[in-house]
């Protein structure tokens, strides 16, 4: 099962690998920016982290900013970086 808060998750990718889990309280914000070469999945999970379900695909230097609401309380959300080559982006996820 993956850990999960409500304190804002941050970090960065230089490698493969996911984020913590960051617990929803209906909206919440997300960001990823950087100079990278790789793809990185925003996912959920309904299931407290067992399953991973793909919301968007950021590939090569995309960035995001955005604001999410999201209807339910308690929902899973993180990053993974699932494939690499070079760069470092840089994420953060807070409600």
Known sequence: MAQAQ????TG???ATGASNGFVTAKGFNISVSGTY???IQIQRSFDQGVTWLNV?????????ER????PEVGVYWR???TAYTSG??????SG
Do not use: K, M, S
Request: glycine fraction near 6%.
């Open 79 to 81: 990053l993974e970086c």
């Open 37 to 39: 070469a790789g793809t």
């Open 88 to 93: 470092t982006a840089t994420y953060r996820i």
């Open 12 to 14: 960065t990718f230089g």
């Open 56 to 64: 968007l695909e950021l590939t090569a230097n995309q960035e995001v």
């Open 67 to 70: 604001r999410v609401d999201d």
């Open 6 to 9: 409500r304190t804002p998750v």
